[in-house]
RNA sequence: GGAGAAAUGGCAGAGUGGUCGAAUGCGGCGGUCUUGAAAACCGUUGUACGUUUACGCGUACCGGGGGUUCGAAUCCCUCUUUCUCCGCCA
């Protein structure tokens, strides 16, 4: 979400930029401002007539005092009145609040210099590659079949359990994910983020914190009887520790990581791009999560995208780096770049890792802001966050780019993780 | 799940209807003293919105929400959480 006050002193500039995301926001960034106007004309009213009848209470309190019961019963009668107003002032003052917030959570972030102005996925521009494309003798099988043939997905048992988009991953397909991300932790680690375990369930106010609620509601796995919801991703409970918290500017920035599974219901999103491992109701993921000074988030997310891009190199998977285009970024993001990794069976890019700096859109929602040492006013901070790394897709690329006729070759760093190196 | 008690500023902890945004202590920050430090002493010390060129001023916030009252940290309703006892349990 936006700040008022940005709004108030770039409306021009903003209408200019949410252009690049194919956003026409004159009509509404107007409308925003009419009633952040009489937003703040309703609560001058209200509070100066609040503050007369807690002056003419304070009098009353005296006289009572004094004895002088008649004068205190005269100022109570002229309250009555006052007390009207100031509830109908109430009553408009939270109208316009409620439809001013439904408005302005409906902008989206400002994109960034670098956005790209573009419609979809074909105007991205790649922003750094990498890594070899394996040329495969023969018939190649897609990772589906593959992971048939050595046992190590099932996922027609998934089907059974519960359904698809659910797999069973079995011996040495379970060993892998285990060492995946055990490897994607150690690397995270050493690369200076600190490691949470948080809940998988969350309430409703974290889900609104990171913006799923209340209107992607629809990704997300409800619990009924609790009103909790499951994780899409670990950047909701992760960033949602931040929530209305102010941090010390020399605490900043902030590096957490946390491996959880993460549940979506991908609703209506299925054909055949999605087959075996390319989409997933449940799935795990290495999470690395950022808060930031707002002056240097720039400087982390280029932090971010070296440690993931040093991930997939050592996983010597062939890999691009996209900068979205202003038709292609997310809703609250300033600027995403995502990682593909090539599957040389599918001959498909698929995208691994997205990471993102939301600036202060996110952190105006959360509450998170920080201090300046000797500074009075609280700023808010840069979030930021990045996949380091998904499983599926990595799984699906090392199964298909690592096949021979002798089995699937386990890439060298994971070995010491899954104490083989064939399947 | 049952019974009881509680929730106050960074922390501890007073305050049960009227100058209470809140005593006091600790902590933090600034200063005096000191070669420096400690101690002592003095001052200061939350958040949000509004208003002001600025100093400042106004309003709201004592777990959340609602109510009573001229006036609520204090009374009422409701929810949540924590603690104690009992039950159950990996």
Redesign the pocket.
Known sequence: MLT?NYLRENRELAIKRLKVKNFDGEEIINRILELDNSR?DT??KA??L??D??????E???L?GQGKKDEAEAA?LE??KI?NEIKRLNIDLSDIEKLLNKLLVTVPNIPNELVPAGKGEEDNFKYREGGKIPELKGEPLPHWELAKKYDIIDFELGNKLTGAGFPVYKGKGAKLQRALINFFLDEAEAAGFTEVLPPLVVNEDSGFGTGQLPDKEGMMYHVQADNFYLIPTAEVPVTNIYRDV?LDAENLPVKNMAYTPCFRREAGSWGAHVRGLNRLHQFDKVEIVVISHPDKSYEALDMMLDHVEKLVRKLELPYRIMRLCGGDISFTSALTYDFEVFSAAQKRWLEVSSVSNFESFQSNRLKC?F?EKGEKQ?MLVHTLNGSALALPRILAAILENNQGTDGINIPEVLVKYTGFNTI
């Open positions: 008022l703040r609560q001058q509070d100066s609040q503050a009848i807690n002056s003419i209470s304070k009353i309190g005296k009572i109570r309250t009555g007390k102010i802001r201090r609280n």
